[in-house]
Each structure stands twice: as structure tokens, then as C-alpha cells.
Nanobody, 114 residues
């Protein structure tokens, strides 16, 4: 299993970013996918989850209404569209899948700062 995140960077408060995760090594369309994040000095937290077919998503209360998770099963890709970013969204963002065990990508840094 390989998960490779991209799209992070530095953005001003109120700005937007789109994270991508390229997945390989497992039957992608059969599994729910998740985004997590970990801020400095804090535990890793679940941000969003999407079902295998993409028909349902769930979000942490802290990002609900601002973040949108989606997937393209034909491309083995998942995305996290982040809008109205706040300083407290600063973290390393990870793509994850559970296929009997948990797999994580290397993460992509998102920094929200003026």
C-alpha cells in the first residue's frame, strides 16, 4: 500500500487549498478513505472520511462546512478541498486507509498564516 499526499503549502487566513492523495497497492474502490491531521504538540485527529463509492462523507465538527472530501476511483485519488482556512487548521495532513491494518502517507504540511 502506498499513499502519497500533495498540495500543501502556506496560505493566508481565509484562503483555500486543495490536497490530493494518490493511492496504490490495494483495490482502491473497495475501501473508505480518510484524511487526518496533526498539529504541533497535539494528537492526530480525524478530519474527514469518505465511503468506498464516494456517496457519503463525514467531517469533524471543526471543519464542517469549510472542507469537502471527494474521490475519483478511476484515478485512485482522494482530495480534500479546504476553504475559509483558519490559523488553527495549521497541521500536517495525512491520507489514510484501513485494509486490515492502518496505512498512512508521509503527510503534507499546511500552514495558515499571514
Amino acid at each position: 500500500v502506498q499513499l502519497v499526499e500533495s498540495g500543501g503549502g502556506l496560505v493566508q487566513p481565509g484562503g483555500s487549498l486543495r490536497l490530493s492523495c494518490a493511492a496504490s497497492g490495494f483495490p482502491f474502490s473497495r475501501y473508505a478513505m480518510s484524511w487526518y491531521r496533526q498539529a504541533p504538540g497535539k494528537e492526530r485527529e480525524l478530519v474527514a472520511t469518505i465511503t468506498s463509492a464516494g456517496g457519503s462523507t463525514n467531517y469533524a465538527d471543526s471543519v464542517k462546512g469549510r472542507f469537502t472530501m471527494s474521490r475519483e476511483n478511476a484515478k485512485n485519488m482522494v482530495y480534500l478541498q479546504m476553504t475559509s482556512l483558519k490559523r488553527e487548521d495549521t497541521a500536517v495532513y495525512y491520507c489514510a486507509v484501513r485494509t486490515g491494518r492502518d496505512y498512512w502517507g508521509q503527510g503534507t504540511q499546511v500552514t495558515v498564516s499571514s
